[in-house]
């Protein structure tokens, strides 16, 4: 129901190993994610992890702490915004929260529509918020 609030998840180590592992699957191997000696002297001090490493991390978040509707099928249908207020540090840990915005029914099923909001440990402001928007297929 809107209004809802689910999570946090539980905390995901965000290592310089999985930011390796997404610049090698993304192709996306810029100084900031995989140099550690180039990045120290960069204006974060030390690697941080690509935007869309934080935003594919949601998924495993969502899994842990959404509720799963029985039979159907659901699938991730789009998303509405996405921003990352803050970096990401090599060697940090992530969470996330979701809040039900909208829920529509259809006959085919229904869509929900989420604010995500992801969180660092220790960080001041989230490193990633997001409007997601689920489908559930009867």
């Known amino acids: 129901m809107p209004g809802d609030e689910f999570g946090p998840s539980s905390w995901i180590d965000v290592t310089q190993e999985r930011i390796d592992a997404f610049a090698d699957?993304?192709?996306?191997?810029?100084?900031?994610?995989?140099?550690?000696?180039?990045?120290?002297a960069g204006p974060f001090g030390t690697t941080i992890a690509h935007g869309y490493l934080t935003l594919?991390?949601?998924?495993?978040?969502?899994?842990?702490?959404l509720p799963s509707p029985e039979g159907g099928m659901g699938l991730n249908y789009g998303l509405n915004r996405v921003r990352f207020p803050a970096p990401v540090p090599s060697g940090s840990r992530v969470r996330g929260t979701f809040t039900v915005e909208s829920l529509e029914e259809s006959d085919w099923g229904y869509q929900v529509t989420m604010a995500a909001t992801v969180e660092r440990e220790g960080g001041e402001k989230p490193v990633c918020v997001a409007e997601l928007v689920f489908r559930h297929y009867r």
Do not use: F, K
């Open 56 to 65: 594919s991390l949601i998924p495993a978040m969502t899994y842990e702490v």
């Open 25 to 40: 699957a993304t192709g996306d191997h810029q100084w900031i994610h995989v140099d550690p000696e180039r990045a120290a």
